[in-house]
């Protein structure tokens, strides 16, 4: 059974900064890439950031030059360190990721953890 958990969450006001991890654990074989999406409310789930495990980065263009994503390999972790946070960026972020196990091959996201961005 593969989990991800997250943390690091919180509020925080406008121009601050958060870190959220996520870990991901259980029979893994390979993680293909990790990444985080956010939902905020009445709005569509959207990609924030992801990594692949060669590196390689996307970001969304509203977190472009703020934000940035790591992927701690031998720990299966990865991060997404967010400055100059603003009100928009108010939502759930959720870890997402494509790992093959030692019996299948699927995504796998975590349980969301909030993030409120306010004075």
């Known amino acids: 059974q593969v989990q991800l958990v997250e943390s690091g969450g919180g509020l925080v006001q406008p121009g601050g900064s958060l870190r959220l991890s996520c870990a991901a654990s259980?029979?893994?074989?390979?993680?293909?890439?990790m990444g985080w999406y956010r939902q905020a409310p009445q709005k569509e789930r959207e990609l924030v950031a992801r990594?692949?495990?060669?590196?390689?980065?996307n970001y969304a263009d509203s977190v472009k030059g703020r934000f940035t994503i790591s992927w701690n390999n031998a720990k299966n972790t990865v991060s997404l360190e967010m400055n100059n946070l603003k009100p928009e960026d108010t939502a759930v972020y959720s870890c997402?990721?494509?790992?093959?196990?030692?019996?299948?091959?699927?995504?796998?996201w975590g349980q969301g953890t909030q993030v409120t961005v306010s004075s």
């Open positions: 259980g029979s893994i074989s390979s993680i293909y890439y």
């Open positions: 997402n990721a494509d790992i093959r196990s030692y019996r299948d091959y699927s995504n796998y």
């Open positions: 990594i692949a495990n060669g590196g390689s980065t």
